[in-house]
């Protein structure tokens, strides 16, 4: 009985098609949910550091001071942490994959914008 379990396998793998896809000659298909790549908006970050606490493999480093923000990618395992908890929405997951890289560090590195100043209260500005 199992010899021919066995013959109705090879069979049916013989004249089927592969199960996998030939992905660098063929594109790769994204699906809905598939988390890709990071996408950062550096121009509404507030430099809370609640992604960088939050992040499980410490690949995000945020610096007040220097108004900087930074992720390495060969250490961000794309789970989705810093998107769901940054309160200005500055992040998001993308369907693509990123392209791969070829050297150390894999670094992507922005410098946030200062705000605006603030009017004060009170004080108007006279245009001439």
């Known amino acids: 009985m199992s010899v021919m379990t066995i013959f109705k396998t090879i069979t049916r793998n013989l004249f089927s ?7 660098p000659a063929e594109p790769a298909k994204y699906y809905d949910l598939t988390r890709g790549r990071l996408v950062f ?3 509404e970050c ?3 550091r609640i992604c960088m ?10 610096d007040r001071e220097a108004r900087t923000w930074e992720i390495d990618h060969f250490r ?3 789970c ?11 992040l998001h997951l993308e369907t693509a ?3 791969p890289e070829t050297d150390r560090p894999g670094k ?11 009017a004060e209260a009170g004080c108007e500005t006279a245009e001439a």
């Open 76 to 78: 961000c395992i794309t």
């Open 17 to 23: 098609r592969p199960p996998t896809s030939r992905y």
């Open 41 to 43: 908006e550096p121009a």
């Open 46 to 48: 507030r430099l809370c």
């Open 80 to 90: 989705g942490n810093c998107v769901d908890l940054c309160p200005a929405n500055v």
């Open 108 to 118: 992507e590195h922005h410098v946030i914008p200062a705000p605006p100043p603030k």
């Open 53 to 62: 606490l939050r992040c499980p493999t410490q690949a995000i480093t945020v």
């Open 97 to 99: 994959y990123r392209s």
